[in-house]
């Protein structure tokens, strides 16, 4: 059946609404995601913060910026659960029976985890800015930094719908988030300064998009140069949504024969 440009627009609106709705009604999903992250920043900033040494800085200045990067890493897992949640309860089969665009599923569970992203980075600023953070290169480069993390965010949803889509388990799906996101987030310049890293180590940390991302933003946030970091973490985005958002989808239909 033909859809148009319209009618995608609308259901994707409606599987939006559908996701939205879905922490409204079941809040602790989010209560939780967020109670977790704020521990994580308290108990990193105040264990970590006298004994790392970053150079003059500020810890929490230092890692603030990289912990944002961190609530959008950590988030895509969720979206692992719940697109593996909702397969294995036939809910794509029902979505298949409907007359709407293959891609508003999908579409609908991006545009969601976006508002998720969103309000969890509000949170997490407002615990920072409690606790000693402040912005010290003004609005507007904090505004671009945010909205950085935002699209990263964005790009790993589509790996997170992927793996969620392959796996088709809730526990597996959990299993397998937590395996690539780990390597990343610890093994970068979120936590501590690479040069502090063993030597073999510290290749894989300048190369990672954790590190490029949290780069970019540090250095929006805090004033200092920005572009050799910010390139990076473009072409990352744009590669793992060139390579993920078209697996995703094909695996998708491919579940919906």
């Known amino acids: 059946m033909s859809i148009n440009l319209s009618e995608t627009i609308s259901d994707i609106s409606v599987m939006t609404k559908r996701n939205i709705l879905r922490y409204v009604r079941l809040p602790q999903l989010l209560v939780f995601n967020a109670t977790l992250n704020v521990v994580l920043l308290l108990l990193f900033n105040y264990v970590f913060g006298g004994a790392i040494n970053t150079g003059g800085i500020k810890y929490v200045q230092y890692f603030l910026p990289g912990f ?18 909702d397969s ?22 991006v545009l969601a985890d976006m508002v998720r ?8 600023v407002a615990i920072g800015s409690a606790i000693g953070f402040r ?3 003004g609005a507007a480069p904090a505004i671009a930094g945010i909205a950085l993390i935002v699209l990263f965010g964005v790009s790993l949803t589509w790996l997170g719908i992927f793996i969620g889509i392959s796996v088709k388990d809730v526990e597996t799906a959990q299993v397998a988030g937590f395996v690539w996101v ?10 501590v300064p690479i040069p502090t890293m063993p030597s073999w180590l510290q ?7 954790v590190t490029s991302m949290v780069d970019t933003v540090r250095a929006l946030f805090l004033g200092m140069g920005v572009w050799s970091a910010l390139w990076k973490i473009l072409a990352w985005d744009a590669a793992i949504i060139v390579l993920f958002a078209p697996l995703a989808l094909r695996r998708y239909k491919s579940l919906a024969r």
């Open 88 to 109: 294995s309860k036939g809910l794509i089969d029902r979505f298949r029976s409907l007359p709407m665009a293959r891609s508003a599923f999908l579409a609908g569970r």
């Open 182 to 191: 780990f390597p990343l987030v610890f093994a970068s310049s979120l936590y």
């Open 117 to 124: 992203y969103i309000i969890l980075i509000a949170l997490m």
């Open 68 to 85: 944002l990067a961190q609530t959008v890493v950590f988030g895509s897992t969720q979206t692992s659960v719940g697109i593996a949640e």
């Open 203 to 209: 290749v894989f940390a300048k190369i990672n998009p």
């Open 135 to 137: 912005f010290e290169n």
